[in-house]
């Protein structure tokens, strides 16, 4: 474990909290907890964080996260509870759903999964029968380990086949052989999403295919969610889709969670009967109450533009690595993430690149590529996206800086004094951009 002493009565101690953030509680109660929390403070705001995955949440998101709604056990869903005293649970939890479906555009929503992952297993369990088959994105394509990863349980209940990309320089999804593969297997689901993926997928095509066989459509939109409801990519409700589950904690910038929305309100009662009682306990009503305020804040015009601008800084930072000569995978990309081959751009593994950009301070993931030749741990490629940086005010001119420095560190991979000195422009460049809950 690393060993904390050294923060504490700490150069940490001058980090500008907000006025609300104060923390005097905790640092008098326990300080180590406290010492480890100015850190990750002095971490978020002196790093670029290109994880795609990961955002800063609003002072009022964060701020409601933090509050004695922790306190009250709500099983069951508004006016319909185990328990008493639940008028003001009822109340958050009622604009949540309120707020998730005109986000959506859809008839029903439950907001009580713990996160996407928890969503994902509650809705298999609402729409199949032990032995079903669901056909989803192939894992080194883009897929979650959610979508039938052999190391997760739910796949000693259900069966899972897949689909792929026809062509990996353009990212074209191929849409014959999902047809071929749909009419041989006859999945219960046919599964939209991904975690790996720089492209849009064709909804209406997937959903047609979905008719011949019977199957229900199913976007797992956790990764673009935001870009969805900021109107900057498009909504696969709008060509029929039955479900969509989605994490609330990457581009919607709402608090860790998970969310379950059904077009129409006949399977949103399965839907809330697979959660709870069928998969989960108590919702975690803070999380419940932070969720109505994130899609409150989504609701803002504000919003929108936040979501265009995320696209509009990946399509540049892409350009840039591209004109350098590195080898983006799909050569480019539609939504907020990028990935880039290590091996056949700069002669490096994901993993010696990862670790490269983090002594910069340049925090991303290693991934696997499409048909990777190498291991989960050890893969060919990078994957890192815009999300956080947008939210911190970056624009594209911001984007091309980052880019640089990144290509700068590769260039001068060897050299310690380089990387010392790029790291240290790293911190100056960051500290220009406050984060939202530690700066405001
Ligand atoms: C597409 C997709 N689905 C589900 C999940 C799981 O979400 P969680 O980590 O909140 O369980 C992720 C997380 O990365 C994801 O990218």
Redesign the pocket.
Known sequence: MRKLTGYGVSPYDSLPTSPMFTYDALKKEDPKIYDALMGEMKRQKEGVELIP?ENYISPAVLEVMGTVFNNKYSEGYPGKRYYGGQEYTDCVESIAIERATKLFRCEHANVQP???????VALYFALLEPGDTVMGMDLSHG?????GHPVTYITKIFNFVRYKMKDVETGEIDYDEMREVALREKPKIILA????YPRELDYAKMKAIADEVGAYTVA????IAGMIAGGALRNPFDDGFDVI???T??SLRGP???MILCRELELGRKIDKSVFPGFQGGPIMQMVAAKAVAFGEALKPEFRDYAHQIIANAKHMADVFMQSGAKLITNGTDNHLMMIDCVKSWDMTGQEAETLFDRIGITLNKNMIADDPRKPMDPSGIRFGTPAVTTRGMKEHDMKTLANFMLKAVENRGDDKVISALHDEVIEFCLRFPVPGIDS
């Open positions: 995955s713990h996160a996407g992952a928890p969503a994902n897929g979650h380990l959610t979508h999403g991904f975690s790996a797992d939109m956790a990764h589950t989605t994490t904690h990457k860790r969670g998970g």
